[in-house]
């Protein structure tokens, strides 16, 4: 029996390289389900997202995407003031859920 059809097989170097090939396309789907799955996706301008990175840290950021605009906050550490007027009050029920009952005038 011959078997040197099997020994030329294990010796050819185009082997390598197309399993080489099948290896970049695994790697390349990987990383585009990655890319789909991230929630500031730049290919998907239908959803609306808001991300916070470091919720309550003094470097907290805020992510928001409407659609194609990218919006992002980021925090000084420093409290917010301004100059405003009482607008109403709110009030928490049993249940849980909130009340807000403006301030003013009453109309008919």
Do not use: C, W
Not at 43 to 59: D, L, R, Y
Not at 85 to 94: D, I, P, S
Not at 95 to 104: C, R
Request: net charge negative; glycine share 8%; charged share 25%.
């Amino acid at each position: 029996m011959d078997l040197k059809i099997i020994e030329d097989d294990e010796d050819d170097p185009i082997l390598s390289v197309v399993n080489m090939v099948d290896l970049f396309l695994v790697v390349i789907a990987v990383l585009l389900i990655i890319v789909m799955s991230n929630p500031i996706n730049p290919f998907n301008s239908a959803e609306n997202v808001t991300v916070i990175k470091n919720a309550g840290q003094p470097n907290m950021e805020i992510l928001v995407k409407e659609g194609d605009e990218l919006k992002e906050y980021k925090s000084t550490g420093q409290m917010g003031e301004g100059k405003g007027a009482k607008a109403g009050v709110t009030y928490r029920l049993e249940d849980g859920s909130l009340i807000y009952v403006p301030e003013g005038e009453a109309k008919p």
